[in-house]
């Protein structure tokens, strides 16, 4: 019983790091507003811009595109080196603040 | 036989080579050109059509030396962060982006090139032949033609669909038209006499006559390469553009846009050495028929009579690098900053003279200025971009002409937005870091900062509606947003989206001709 609790709350603890509600949107402000909204805006790119607008995105649709970008199975020069030095808690925080944001 | 060897191999040479050569040479020639072509699209608007820099730095072989092309090829590609440069990743080719960085670095700075009277006269577009068509009143809901507030969007690109002047009703806060204007616009100004025009210039120097009752425009014409000077005559007879490239200035009559005399900016400035200058701040006055021009370079403020020949007054050593100025005392005395000496010099208009010099923090920038009347003080006040450890917004006495107070704020700053209604004088902080986002609170009274706004974005230009009851501020760079705010509040109410919005200009500068004077101020002094 007791380990139960226990691995059910390691499972908790595991999840947690990587769902939603668990991130940080304000961590991911400030990492949004200081460098993917150089290139997607927050709310929306500039309309002659060639970079996707992310505000309202899936959030495990960006946070999977985010870990292949930086673990180089998604091959893009720009977001490779950009994502390359993201740890998991900032990929979520990122995907958590764009999915949540009304485009 | 040797010697015919030689003889024929010399001559396959000579013939390889004369094969070789007409093809070599304009191939090459090609390159430099479409490489110029490249700049002059995508980079000349805020670097300078001269290589020269204009709102960002020059560049050319001289400003590039020694930097390494790897780093700039990766700058064009991701942009400078905290800065307007945008990514130019998807939009230029990898070889077109080191074509450029070659081409960059191997181009020395323009010497002046020309753009006479001659081309400014043919450059005038009509969009609008008969003016007797528009309609008579605004096409759209506004109780007082003063509650537009108009701003000027640069477009992330700083060209391109995003590049306008949008127009907002600063009551409802809805946006009310807008025109495009190819590059980024960079100054609105308004008929002072009749209310349905506005004029726009963007940062290829093209000015864009609008009709605000219709939000269309009606004419333009191409005042240079590169330059933000721009004034209406009080009468609204006449505006005047400066440029910084070529350096020359020129009087438009305001109803067709057609030249009526340029003037070469040049003159002897404080050291002695005679110079060609950029044109600095140019300003039309409620006190006269006349414009005041600062030429940055040389050091001058000249003061034009609008009237036969259009007769120059030339007042020498104001100071250092000037830029831009703002009025007082109805529109009798202008305060001009001056960069390298961090002053603000004090003109009179009347007597055309230099009253004072005054201590202006580090590197004065005065925007549109602010001065607010205070227990029967007449306060002017200025920012500066604090490049030094010195960080503070000056308030000058303009009646006595001397320093109040250096009040202390939390970096660099641009321009400061006040309003007769409004307790506080507002100033956008832009250091940059995290304190660009936000922009400063001045109590007029105790002229002590009492609260910071965390705006986002780079956030810059502050500016009351015409009733002082709503403060406007740009979110610029990637905050793509008009933010607006209670002025006594300070709650933020309302959103305007767009791209990397500056520069915010109400109609109501026309009543109260410096930020923060209240309207009945201005009659008194007339």
Same mark, same amino acid.
């Given at each position: 019983?007791?380990?139960?609790?226990?691995?059910?709350?390691?499972?908790?603890?595991?999840?947690?790091?990587?769902?939603?509600?668990?991130?940080?949107?304000?961590?991911?402000?400030?990492?949004?507003?200081?460098?993917?909204?150089?290139?997607?805006?927050?709310?929306?790119?500039?309309?002659?811009?060639?970079?996707?607008?992310?505000?309202?995105?899936?959030?495990?649709?960006?946070?999977?595109?985010?870990?292949?970008?930086?673990?180089?199975?998604?091959?893009? +020069?720009?977001?490779?080196?950009?994502?390359?030095?993201?740890? +998991? +808690? +900032?990929?979520?925080?990122?995907?958590?603040?764009?999915?949540?944001?009304?485009? | 036989?040797?010697?015919?060897?030689?003889?024929?191999?010399?001559? #396959?040479?000579?013939?390889?080579?004369?094969?070789?050569?007409?093809?070599?040479?304009?191939?090459?020639?090609?390159?430099?050109?479409?490489?110029?072509?490249?700049?002059?699209?995508?980079?000349?608007?805020?670097?300078?059509?001269?290589?020269?820099?204009?709102?960002?730095? !020059?560049?050319?072989?001289?400003?590039?030396?020694?930097?390494?092309?790897?780093?700039?090829?990766?700058?064009?590609?991701?942009?400078?962060?905290?800065?307007?440069?945008?990514?130019?990743? !998807?939009?230029?080719?990898?070889?077109?982006?080191?074509?450029?960085?070659?081409?960059?670095?191997?181009?020395?700075?323009?010497?002046?090139?020309?753009?006479?009277?001659?081309?400014?006269?043919?450059?005038?577009?009509?969009?609008?032949?008969?003016?007797?068509?528009?309609?008579?009143?605004?096409?759209?809901?506004?109780?007082?033609?003063?509650?537009?507030?108009?701003?000027?969007?640069?477009?992330?690109?700083?060209?391109?669909?995003?590049?306008?002047?949008?127009?907002?009703?600063?009551?409802?806060?809805?946006?009310?038209?807008?025109?495009?204007?190819?590059?980024?616009?960079?100054?609105?100004?308004?008929?002072?006499?009749?209310?349905?025009?506005?004029?726009?210039?963007?940062?290829?120097?093209?000015?864009?006559?609008?009709?605000?009752?219709?939000?269309?425009?009606?004419?333009?014409?191409?005042?240079?390469?590169?330059?933000?000077?721009?004034? #209406?005559?009080?009468?609204?007879?006449?505006?005047?553009?400066?440029?910084?490239?070529?350096?020359?200035?020129?009087?438009?009559?305001?109803?067709?846009?057609?030249?009526?005399?340029?003037?070469?900016?040049?003159?002897?400035?404080?050291?002695?050495?005679?110079?060609?200058?950029?044109?600095?701040?140019?300003?039309?006055?409620?006190?006269?028929?006349?414009?005041?021009?600062?030429?940055?370079?040389?050091?001058?403020?000249?003061?034009?009579?609008?009237?036969? !020949?259009?007769?120059?007054?030339?007042?020498?050593?104001?100071?250092?690098?000037?830029?831009?100025?703002?009025?007082?005392?109805?529109?009798?005395?202008?305060?001009?900053?001056?960069?390298?000496?961090?002053?603000?010099?004090?003109?009179?208009?009347?007597?055309?003279?230099?009253?004072?010099?005054?201590?202006?923090?580090?590197?004065?920038?005065?925007?549109?200025?602010?001065?607010?009347?205070?227990?029967?003080?007449?306060?002017?006040?200025?920012?500066?971009?604090?490049?030094?450890?010195?960080?503070?917004?000056? #308030?000058?006495?303009?009646?006595?002409?001397?320093?109040?107070?250096?009040?202390?704020?939390?970096?660099?700053?641009?321009?400061?937005?006040?309003?007769?209604?409004?307790?506080?004088?507002?100033?956008?902080?832009?250091?940059?870091?995290?304190?660009?986002?936000?922009?400063?609170?001045?109590?007029?009274?105790?002229?002590?900062?009492?609260?910071?706004?965390? #705006?986002?974005?780079?956030?810059?230009?502050?500016?009351?509606?015409?009733?002082?009851?709503?403060?406007?501020?740009?979110?610029?760079?990637?905050?793509?947003?008009?933010?607006?705010?209670?002025?006594?509040?300070?709650?933020?109410?309302?959103?305007?989206?767009?791209?990397?919005?500056?520069?915010?200009?109400?109609?109501?500068?026309?009543?109260?001709?410096?930020?923060?004077?209240?309207?009945?101020?201005?009659? !008194?002094?007339?």
């Amino acid at each position: 019983m007791k380990l139960r609790v226990l691995s059910g709350a390691l499972m908790l603890g595991l999840l947690s790091t990587h769902s939603i509600n668990a991130a940080s949107i304000y961590a991911g402000q400030a990492r949004a507003a200081a460098v993917c909204s150089q290139c997607h805006g927050i709310k929306t790119p500039s309309a002659d811009a060639p970079f996707p607008p992310l505000a309202g995105r899936d959030f495990a649709y960006l946070k999977l595109a985010l870990e292949q970008y930086r673990d180089k199975t998604r091959k893009n +020069d720009l977001m490779n080196a950009i994502a390359g030095s993201l740890s +998991d +808690d +900032d990929i979520a925080n990122v995907a958590a603040y764009y999915a949540g944001l009304k485009p | 036989m040797k010697t015919t060897k030689k003889l024929l191999s010399t001559s #396959v040479i000579t013939s390889l080579t004369a094969l070789l050569l007409p093809l070599s040479a304009p191939a090459k020639a090609d390159d430099a050109q479409k490489m110029h072509k490249l700049y002059e699209e995508n980079c000349a608007s805020c670097h300078g059509s001269d290589h020269g820099g204009f709102i960002a730095p !020059g560049l050319n072989s001289e400003s590039l030396k020694g930097r390494s092309p790897t780093a700039l090829r990766s700058i064009i590609m991701t942009g400078s962060f905290d800065t307007l440069m945008p990514p130019f990743y !998807g939009r230029l080719s990898d070889d077109e982006i080191r074509g450029l960085v070659k081409h960059l670095q191997t181009t020395p700075k323009m010497a002046n090139p020309a753009w006479t009277i001659d081309d400014i006269k043919a450059s005038i577009k009509v969009y609008v032949k008969d003016e007797s068509t528009l309609p008579d009143k605004p096409t759209y809901q506004i109780d007082d033609i003063n509650n537009i507030i108009g701003v000027a969007a640069r477009g992330k690109y700083g060209r391109g669909s995003g590049s306008k002047a949008v127009f907002i009703n600063s009551v409802t806060h809805k946006q009310i038209g807008e025109v495009a204007t190819g590059t980024a616009a960079h100054i609105i100004d308004y008929d002072p006499a009749n209310p349905r025009w506005a004029y726009v210039k963007n940062d290829t120097a093209e000015i864009f006559k609008v009709d605000l009752y219709s939000m269309q425009i009606v004419r333009s014409v191409k005042t240079g390469f590169n330059g933000p000077g721009l004034g #209406v005559s009080r009468d609204g007879k006449y505006i005047m553009a400066g440029s910084y490239v070529p350096h020359n200035a020129v009087i438009l009559d305001a109803k067709t846009l057609e030249p009526l005399k340029t003037f070469e900016l040049e003159g002897i400035d404080p050291d002695g050495k005679m110079v060609s200058s950029d044109s600095g701040m140019i300003i039309g006055t409620p006190f006269a028929d006349i414009f005041a021009i600062a030429l940055e370079n040389a050091g001058q403020v000249w003061v034009v009579d609008l009237k036969e !020949g259009f007769p120059v007054t030339k007042i020498e050593n104001v100071g250092r690098h000037l830029h831009d100025a703002f009025l007082s005392h109805g529109g009798s005395k202008l305060m001009v900053a001056s960069y390298v000496d961090s002053i603000v010099t004090a003109i009179d208009l009347k007597e055309r003279k230099i009253i004072k010099k005054l201590e202006a923090g580090c590197v004065p920038h005065v925007g549109g200025g602010s001065v607010v009347e205070v227990d029967g003080r007449t306060l002017g006040f200025g920012t500066n971009f604090g490049d030094c450890d010195k960080m503070v917004v000056s #308030v000058w006495d303009l009646d006595k002409m001397e320093v109040v107070k250096q009040v202390p704020v939390s970096g660099g700053t641009e321009s400061p937005a006040a309003h007769a209604n409004a307790p506080y004088v507002a100033v956008d902080i832009i250091s940059k870091d995290r304190r660009a986002r936000t922009v400063q609170l001045i109590d007029k009274k105790s002229l002590e900062v009492v609260k910071t706004l965390d #705006v986002g974005g780079h956030a810059y230009f502050p500016e009351y509606s015409a009733d002082g009851k709503f403060l406007y501020i740009s979110a610029g760079y990637s905050g793509d947003e008009v933010v607006v705010y209670d002025s006594t509040s300070l709650e933020k109410i309302a959103s305007i989206a767009m791209e990397s919005p500056a520069g915010i200009f109400s109609h109501g500068r026309v009543k109260y001709m410096t930020r923060g004077l209240s309207p009945d101020e201005m009659k !008194g002094a007339k």
